[in-house]
């Protein structure tokens, strides 16, 4: 081997190292090192862009804190969910905006928590064969508006949401308030 080859993987090695390196200390990074903010006796971690909770031993991650999150106000009671037997997930078939990663991320929280999420349609037209809401029993309603509001029907909240974007922090501030950490 000449002197070239020696150097060439010299530096090839030097370089795997320093790259597995980098990646190495991200992942050992201990929660005691980030930086966090103190809400409602919650640790809220940040993560590049995105917040991390700790409840109940388990970590969920969310694209919005919950401080970003304060102009939202929820008219109902969601901690009341958690001990009931099931929540209706509602949406409009065939609506402007498309819920169904919101609708995933309801599902998710509320079956974690022991509740059943059954997904229900607004209207009857273009539903599959699923249950339509009457909001006689707890909910949440997913639709597209004009504005970005949080409102309330009987037993249902209703999310309504000019974008995905928005229906994703109106979805985050409903999920804060299950899991308590907003109120």
Same mark, same amino acid.
């Given at each position: 081997?000449d002197?070239?080859?020696m150097?060439?993987?010299? &530096? $090839? @090695?030097?370089m795997v +190292?320093?790259?597995?390196? @980098? @990646?190495?200390?991200?992942f050992n990074?201990?929660e #005691? %090192?980030?930086p /966090?903010? %103190?809400y409602?006796g =919650?640790? &809220?971690?940040?993560?590049?862009l995105?917040?991390?909770v700790?409840v109940a031993?388990q970590?969920y991650?969310?694209q =919005?804190?919950p401080?970003?999150? %304060?102009?939202?106000?929820?008219p109902l009671n969601? +901690?009341?969910?958690?001990?009931?037997?099931?929540?209706y997930?509602? =949406?409009?078939p065939n609506?402007?905006i498309?819920?169904n #990663?919101?609708? #995933?991320? +309801?599902?998710f929280?509320i079956?974690?928590?022991? $509740?059943?999420?059954?997904?229900a349609?607004?209207? !009857? !037209?273009g539903?599959?064969d $699923?249950?339509l809401?009457d909001? !006689?029993?707890?909910?949440v309603?997913?639709?597209s508006?004009? !504005?970005? $509001?949080?409102t309330s029907d009987?037993?249902?909240?209703?999310?309504e949401?000019e974008n995905p974007? %928005?229906?994703?922090?109106?979805?985050?501030?409903v999920i /804060?308030g @299950? +899991?308590?950490?907003?109120?």
């Amino acid at each position: 081997m000449d002197k070239k080859q020696m150097m060439g993987w010299f &530096i $090839i @090695i030097v370089m795997v +190292l320093s790259v597995g390196g @980098i @990646i190495g200390s991200g992942f050992n990074t201990s929660e #005691q %090192e980030l930086p /966090y903010e %103190e809400y409602n006796g =919650y640790k &809220i971690y940040q993560y590049g862009l995105q917040s991390q909770v700790k409840v109940a031993d388990q970590t969920y991650t969310f694209q =919005y804190s919950p401080q970003m999150l %304060e102009s939202y106000t929820l008219p109902l009671n969601v +901690l009341s969910w958690l001990s009931k037997e099931r929540v209706y997930l509602a =949406y409009k078939p065939n609506d402007t905006i498309d819920v169904n #990663q919101q609708l #995933q991320l +309801l599902s998710f929280i509320i079956y974690q928590n022991g $509740i059943i999420p059954q997904q229900a349609c607004t209207i !009857e !037209e273009g539903c599959p064969d $699923i249950p339509l809401i009457d909001c !006689e029993n707890d909910g949440v309603i997913l639709l597209s508006s004009t !504005e970005n $509001i949080i409102t309330s029907d009987n037993k249902c909240l209703v999310l309504e949401a000019e974008n995905p974007e %928005e229906m994703q922090r109106l979805t985050e501030r409903v999920i /804060y308030g @299950i +899991l308590g950490v907003m109120h």
